[in-house]
């Protein structure tokens, strides 16, 4: 069976980014993977279709071109002896665009490209943003009240938030400014949206969108919290750990997709309207 362009360039992709398994001194920040193929996946399976219509093709030059690129990241990686990160990927993924679509394929993929962008931009925002400690007590007072509403003893002090773990011993929790997740919905936020650029909708149909865009991964934050501190409450530790690292890109994801569900219906035609240019004039018999 023949592999069609599409499933051609999913497969270089894979490939691709899961080369530093085999290349020595050279690992994936799993954070920063488990961030870019989440991204992809879903603008993949929202864009699929526009993915399978593309007819451009790569010559060998463009080939051997987006190859070089790739094997230009992975050498020097290598020679730093460093993990691979989120603006590599990015590189690694326009690199895949090359070898399957040519340098004129780039046009076709900007978006997915600036995801990474604007990902990493969100995640460096808290290296220079002051702590919002009034925003930080806020949480902690709404988590603290939302897990008592739930039968569990908790207090706030500040950003801190003490309750007891379902086998008795006390817990503190900090919600952190990191915890805020100013840079993950300034990140999210514009992630989705970002795509809905591609549609071309006039300002005044964007501004509302961006505006839900931003106060719904706000919202999902705090809904992220909430299931973290459950999760430290029941689970234990370890487990409360683990789901706050990966359970906000998750959520996250899942939320820019339901957005870009309800944002394509809401700025594409209206179902079952039928579009000028397919009214036909009947002839008199």
């Known amino acids: 069976m023949k592999l069609t362009r599409a499933w051609?360039?999913?497969?270089?992709?894979?490939?691709?980014?899961?080369?530093?398994?085999?290349?020595?001194?050279?690992?994936?920040?799993?954070?920063?993977f488990f961030i870019t193929a989440i991204v992809l996946f879903a603008w993949f399976m929202i864009k699929w279709d526009a993915v399978k219509a593309i007819t451009l093709r790569s010559s060998r030059f463009e080939m051997?071109?987006?190859?070089?690129?790739?094997?230009?990241?992975?050498?020097?990686?290598?020679?730093?002896?460093?993990?691979?990160?989120?603006?590599?990927?990015?590189?690694?993924?326009?690199?895949?665009?090359?070898?399957?679509?040519?340098?004129?394929?780039?046009?076709?993929?900007?978006?997915?490209?600036?995801?990474?962008?604007?990902?990493l931009a969100g995640y460096q925002i808290e290296n220079v943003t002051p702590n919002?400690?009034?925003?930080?007590?806020?949480?902690?007072?709404?988590?603290?009240?939302?897990?008592?509403?739930?039968?569990?003893?908790?207090?706030?002090?500040?950003?801190?938030?003490?309750?007891?773990?379902?086998?008795?011993?006390?817990?503190?929790?900090?919600?952190?400014?990191?915890?805020?997740?100013?840079?993950?919905?300034?990140?999210?936020g514009m992630l989705s949206?970002?795509?809905?650029?591609?549609?071309?909708?006039?300002?005044s149909r964007l501004v509302p969108l961006f505006a839900i865009g931003f106060i719904g991964a706000f919202l999902i934050n705090i809904v992220r919290l909430i299931v973290v501190f459950l999760t430290f409450e029941f689970l234990g530790i370890s487990a409360g750990n683990n789901m706050h690292v990966y359970f906000g890109y998750l959520i996250f994801i899942a939320w820019v997709m339901v957005f870009w569900v309800l944002a394509f219906r809401y700025l594409g035609p209206a179902r079952g309207a039928i579009q000028p240019q397919a009214l036909i004039t009947p002839k008199p018999i």
Do not use: H
Not at 13 to 24: D, G, M, S, T
Not at 137 to 148: C, E, K, P
Not at 193 to 199: S, W
């Open 8 to 32: 051609q360039f999913v497969l270089t992709i894979c490939v691709a980014f899961l080369l530093p398994l085999i290349i020595p001194s050279v690992g994936l920040d799993d954070v920063y």
């Open 64 to 119: 051997l071109l987006g190859a070089a690129g790739i094997g230009a990241i992975y050498a020097y990686k290598y020679y730093v002896a460093t993990d691979v990160g989120i603006l590599d990927l990015v590189l690694i993924f326009l690199g895949a665009v090359v070898i399957n679509y040519g340098l004129k394929g780039l046009k076709k993929f900007w978006v997915p490209a600036a995801y990474g962008v604007v990902l």
């Open 132 to 188: 919002f400690v009034a925003l930080q007590n806020w949480l902690a007072g709404v988590l603290a009240g939302s897990v008592r509403t739930l039968g569990i003893g908790a207090t706030a002090n500040g950003e801190f938030v003490t309750m007891n773990m379902s086998n008795g011993v006390p817990l503190t929790l900090d919600v952190a400014s990191d915890c805020t997740g100013i840079q993950g919905i300034l990140a999210f």
């Open 193 to 203: 949206t970002m795509t809905l650029l591609d549609l071309k909708p006039r300002f």
